[in-house]
């Protein structure tokens, strides 16, 4: 296959991605910064005491706190630092600290300490 064939196969894949991704319904958010918080204590006692995180929050690689509470229990990746992890969101911002996080350009608060302050996406279905 020539050069040219090659770049065409390209395109179309990513084409067909693009595609899946709008037929599939996923939502994308960033780019933005991700910081560091111990999110594990928080997802036990939101299980604990049903305060909306139904799934098993184990099952993932990452767990997540966005400044979007309409985004709570939902799951998906974190892509970031050329890496795709599984994340599930198991938090949200407080009404005064909401702001704060879109004005720092935050993408969330993440549960890995060698992933604060680089920049990724989240993909949630």
């Known amino acids: 296959m ?3 064939g090659a ?3 390209v395109v179309g894949m990513i084409a067909l991605l693009i595609g ?3 037929y599939l319904d996923f939502t994308i958010y960033g780019p933005g910064a ?3 918080a111990p999110l594990e204590r928080v997802a036990e006692r939101r299980m604990l ?3 909306g995180l139904t799934h098993n929050w184990r099952e993932y690689e990452t767990l997540a706190a966005v400044p979007d509470c ?3 229990n939902r ?3 974190l892509i970031i630092d050329g890496k795709i992890l599984t994340v599930k969101i198991v938090d949200c911002a407080q009404l005064k600290h909401r ?3 879109i004005d720092r350009d935050l993408l969330a608060d993440v549960n890995i300490k060698n992933l604060e302050h680089l920049r990724g996406w989240i993909v949630l279905r």
Do not use: I, P, R, T
């Open 49 to 51: 005491n049903e305060w």
């Open 20 to 22: 899946l991704l709008f």
């Open 34 to 36: 991700v910081s560091y």
């Open 7 to 9: 770049g065409y196969q």
């Open 2 to 4: 020539d050069a040219g």
């Open 99 to 101: 702001q704060l996080m």
């Open 70 to 72: 309409k985004l709570l």
């Open 75 to 77: 799951s998906g990746w």
